[in-house]
């Protein structure tokens, strides 16, 4: 009964393998990075600071434009202002002004 949960394992084997290049031919495995010439990677700093510059220069455009929008608004709101009192004081001159006389006189 005891030997029922017994599972039998075959010996490893050893292989022609050198273990480092087992790793490099395993699907699992980082490229060697150390492969990499010194020329692309100052191509990739080159390219990284050209991305921050352009991100920084977007990023005072975009403020730029924030405040621009905020001052037209200002500028749209005082003018909005000023209409509605032109409106108002044209309504009132409208009310307060003397109505003319609708008969006509005759001339002889």
Known sequence: MADENITLRK??????????????????????ISVQSDENVSKLHTEIENLRSQLLSAHQEIDNLLTENKQLKHDLDKSTKVIELYKKVNMGEAKCSTPSSKRKSKIY
Request: aromatic share 4%.
């Open 11 to 32: 010996k490893p084997t050893n292989t022609s393998l050198s273990e480092s290049s087992l790793f490099e031919t395993t699907a699992m495995s980082m490229p060697d």
